[in-house]
């Protein structure tokens, strides 16, 4: 195995540097993705991690994911050393262009690990993560809680002994007393996060904001801690929005589970797709026509739009603005007609498939497609009057929850919040998938990274998609639009009819749903609100080992305290705004 | 409701001047019972309360923008705060996290109050029969509306507000000073609308055809177009 790493790994570089720094027993893993996989041993995790972040010849600073694996039931582990749980951490470097997944054996009987947090603060979430679904306990975690499941939950979801289904669980009952117990829980005690309830001049007002709040955008729930009107910390809680998507993967066949992505940011629409259906065409060795290809880009770059213009109405709307919301909306209603007239569906079409897309374009979608594209230009510079050019809304604004890039890295800030801090890092011009080294566009870029260049960004992102639009609709390829291939879903119906593999394999992936080689696979893409990856597990079966999904919104939210300390009440519904979260992405 | 034009007798000699009396007065005075006007009035302006779980929040956000416009039918007036509404519409997924809170709120609301469950998950579960959420709103909370979709269309929240509109102009609340802790609003009638509208939906022969976009109008036209043009249309 190792030799076999030296092999695959001396041209990535970092398996030398590795080497140089800690001797050999960095232990190699091959993954269909190619980003190079280490395991490393509990002890040498902290000086691993803080020399790919800080020592290293260009650095990883980005702390893409982190989370783990129950592996206890897993088949295909050729190669790796025994765990009964595995915890794997995704860094990118910017510099290099790499990523590099870092893995660390755990056995049930000790499944306690160091804590991250000296090197990343943006840890802390993904570690109390970790140990709310696997149990993994991270010892110097500065609060080590349960995050997603109420505080009273017992077992740890993504166990695989923890049952998946409500219905077999004992039925949900609202007893006076539940409700009593439950909220008692939720009750913020400021001593537990290490607050003072005074300071020397002052007591410190504690508010609770949401967890049900209309400016919190969705089931979000902050506590704050005030000096009269200004946010002295701010604890974000989450967890009101946990969907179980992830343990939702264990038991949808492939093919199925597309439905639940489209959930995950739900104003993405098939944009969630995108990742999960790649992923998988990577790990079963799909090629996916260029008609498919653009149809695809086509689809995704209308929903960046859509969710970028409820951005920014409720953006405007936070602050004040009243009116453009319901402009916005209108061009939204547009938009969806167009979808709904390729798709049939509105917010979720689960329309992208494995191999492909649902179906061929209808009659007439260009036209509709054009009519929008040439609207929406003279719609959008009346909003730039309108709201960017208002001098309220920039004094609101401008300078407001401000970060810069490197803490933007450390805190695992992606997407658009990267961007306008004045870094160009967008996967889709950096690493062009699924076809976007094939399109004319820029990437928008802003220098403040305060509010309002978060703003700036996106709306500036609206005009880029418009054109990659323009470029699907004037060149739109003909052919197929899903591959031939056998693993593809649902297989092409017409050639059963002419031999009897194609039938077989038709039968199969009907009922069954087609099966997947054992294997690791993950796909980034570039979503509405940042890199959204998906990292798929196959034990070769027809549904997945194990599904991680990594979503823009956790860490950004994590940052609020970062950003908002110091600044006023309204500043932060502000900031909370530009920041551009829907709870089922941060909670999935 | 029942209401009827004031009918005054006049005097034969006095006819003329009582004609023009009397379309005056059609135009601005009406007759009816206190009950019914109160119900009336209350079935046309159920102020909902701001309230959203997840996906189908969105939608129910557009039924209040142009294109839907809840306002037609007096719901626009979202209330922040649950004692200044009549209507919980749940919108999405009951998170067992978010069941107590649920639960308070509601508690909150005062009476004559009214739930409408919006969308699958708020129905049933939905898809997603999984551990952290309440395999539907009703196991806690008296549902009076249930619209199915995923997320049902901003229409079809509407056709469910109308629903219960219907039902609750026809409820009469006793009109005393003293009410109950229900309001006096009786739980309205759920007939299975699957039932009622089977036989409209299965006159349906001819479906669009998912190979073409419909007829839908363009924006360039409807820009263009004069709003005389389009009623001619
Ligand atoms: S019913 Fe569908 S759209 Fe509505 S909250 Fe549930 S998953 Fe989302």
Known sequence: MSELADQSATDTGVAMQLKAQFGTD????????????????????????????????????????????????????????????????????????????????????????PSLTPVWQSANWYEREAFDMFGIVFDDHPNLRRILTPPLWEGHPLRKEHPARATEMDPFKMTPEFQQAQQEDLRFVPEEWGMNREAKHTDFMFLNLGPNHPSVHGVFRVALQLDGEVVIDAVPDIGYHHRAAEKMGERQSWHTFIPYTDRIDYLGGVMNNLPYVMAIEQMAGIEVPPRAQVIRIMLAELFRISSHLIFYGTFVQDVGQMSPVFYMFADRERLFSIIEAITGGRMHPSWFRIGGVCQDLPAGWDAMVRDFIDYMPKRLAEYERMSMQNSILKRRTIGIGQYDTAEALDWGVTGPGLRATGCDWDLRKKRPYGGYDQFEFDVPIAHNGDCYDRCRVRVDEIHESLRIVRQCLDNMPGGDYKALHPQTTPPPKERTMEDIETLIQHFLNVSWGPVIPPSECTMAIEATKGINSYYLISDGGTMSYRTRIRTPSFPHLQMIPLISNGFLIADLIAILASIDFVMADVDR | MRWRLIKTEPDASMKQVDDAF?????????????????????????????????????????????????????????????????????????????????????????????????????????????????????????????????????????????????????????LAWVVDETGGAERIAKPNQRDLRTPERMAVTQLAQPTTVGDAPLSGELLSSTRSDRREK
């Not at chain 1, 800080?54 to 980005?62: A, C, D, G, V």
């Not at chain 2, 008296?142 to 409820?171: H, M, N, S």
């Open chain 1, 26 to 113: 960095c232990l190699f893993q091959p993954t269909v993705d190619g980003i190079p996989t280490f395991w490393v041993s509990k002890d040498r995790l902290l000086p691993v991690m803080s020399f790919l972040k800080n020592q290293i010849k260009r650095p990883y600073p980005l702390l893409l994911d982190l989370s783990a694996i129950d592996e206890r039931l897993r088949e295909h582990r050729e190669g790796q050393p025994d765990a009964d749980f595995t915890a794997f951490y995704h860094l990118m470097s910017l510099e290099r262009n790499e990523d590099v997944r870092i893995k660390v054996a755990l056995s049930d009987a000790d499944n306690r690990l």
């Open chain 2, 22 to 174: 009397n379309e005056d007065l059609a135009d601005s005075v009406l007759v009816t019972k206190l009950q019914d006007l109160v119900a009336w009035s209350r079935a046309h302006s159920i102020w909902p309360f701001n309230f959203g779980l997840s996906c189908c929040y969105v939608e129910m956000a557009t039924a209040i923008t142009p294109r839907h416009d809840i306002a037609r039918f007096g719901s626009e007036i979202m209330r922040a705060t649950p004692r200044q509404a009549d209507l919980l519409i749940v919108t999405g997924t009951v998170f067992r996290k978010m069941g107590p809170v649920l639960q308070h709120l509601y508690d909150q609301l005062l009476a004559p109050r009214w739930v409408i469950s919006m969308g699958s998950c708020s129905n049933s579960g939905g898809m997603y029969d999984v551990y952290s959420v309440v395999q539907g709103v009703d196991k806690f909370l008296p549902v009076d509306v249930y619209v199915p979709g995923c997320p049902p269309r901003p229409e079809a929240l509407l056709q469910g507000l109308i629903l219960l509109q219907e039902a609750v102009e026809k409820d009469r609340r006793p």
